[in-house]
């Protein structure tokens, strides 16, 4: 079982539409969590970190629920350009674990 | 800003050929990740160092080493090449480790023939 698991995807979306992404991770000594978005054959870029209130940037909301284990992203009034691959990420003081990501494409 | 450096950004090397690939993190950064991407897969986390020190190990190959130097730069090096080491090959870096935020360089795109 990987580490860090997330919803398989892919989406494909409505402009307009509302994404949600999930993601559960294994190891309850880690201590934070982000999503990251990788565009084709770029580098992960950093998206939003997640804290345990849940966090907002503009169209972007992440939530966290450490009893769970469980991690989500919700992606309102999708827009082409967020069409990447959306990826959870677990950091422990001693690694950092990647989910296998989840594909968007948004359609318009 | 500055941002973490990968070189060379390509590189096509021949079977049982050795590669070295270079990390230079993001000044003060004093973490480094080295992690594996094969086509249409997840960044496979390879090792790990902070302080100059090995943290942890992943799915990292023997034939492969890895060592952070003093002045934080970080290199990987790739012996006995085989078909399947062909990936992109992404460096981060942090500053501390834990619950601090990475970044990642733009890859070196390695290929193996």
């Known amino acids: 079982r990987k580490e860090v698991e997330q919803d398989p995807g892919p989406f494909n979306v409505p402009e307009g539409a509302t994404v949600a992404f999930n993601c559960t991770y294994s190891n309850s000594a880690s201590q934070s969590f982000f999503w990251y978005r990788q565009d084709c054959r770029k580098e992960p870029k950093l998206l939003m970190s997640?804290?345990?209130s849940g966090n907002e940037d503009g169209r972007f909301t992440a939530q966290l629920n450490r009893a769970s284990q469980y991690i989500s992203l919700l992606i309102r009034d999708s827009k082409l350009s967020d069409s990447a691959t959306y990826l959870c990420v677990v950091k422990s003081l001693q690694d950092m674990r990647f989910g296998a990501g989840t594909r968007l494409t948004v359609k318009p | 800003a500055a941002g973490v450096i990968q070189s060379p950004r390509h590189l096509i090397k021949e079977k049982r050929e050795t590669a070295t690939l270079k990390c230079y993190p993001i000044p003060r950064h004093d973490t480094v990740y080295w992690y594996q991407q094969g086509p249409g897969q997840d960044p496979q986390f390879l090792i790990s160092f902070y302080e100059k020190m090995q943290s942890d190990k992943g799915s990292i190959p023997d034939r492969f080493s890895a060592q952070q130097f003093s002045d934080y730069h970080s290199e990987l090096n790739m012996s006995s090449l085989e078909l399947g080491d062909s990936a992109l090959y992404f460096c981060a870096s942090s500053l501390g480790r834990g619950r601090t935020e990475a970044f990642f360089g733009q890859g070196t795109r390695l290929t193996v023939v």
């Open positions: 997640v804290y345990s």
